[in-house]
């Protein structure tokens, strides 16, 4: 099970990402962004930070679905 793109852009992890690259936390940012295109994912591609984020992405996604009965 994955997370809505609502519920991933509410996360602490995509919404730091957002707030180090100035860009807001949207649920439309969070689909660009699983898409592969959008502002954040061209930012962190910059600054070469996109495979770790992607990884941090996932284990708040797991811990998230972990904590629901």
Known sequence: MQLTNAQLSKTETFQKQCEFCSIKSTKRQASKWRRKCGSL???LQKANIERPFEIAVIAAT???LEVKP
């Open 41 to 43: 994912y061209k930012a």
């Open 62 to 64: 797991v811990k998230i």
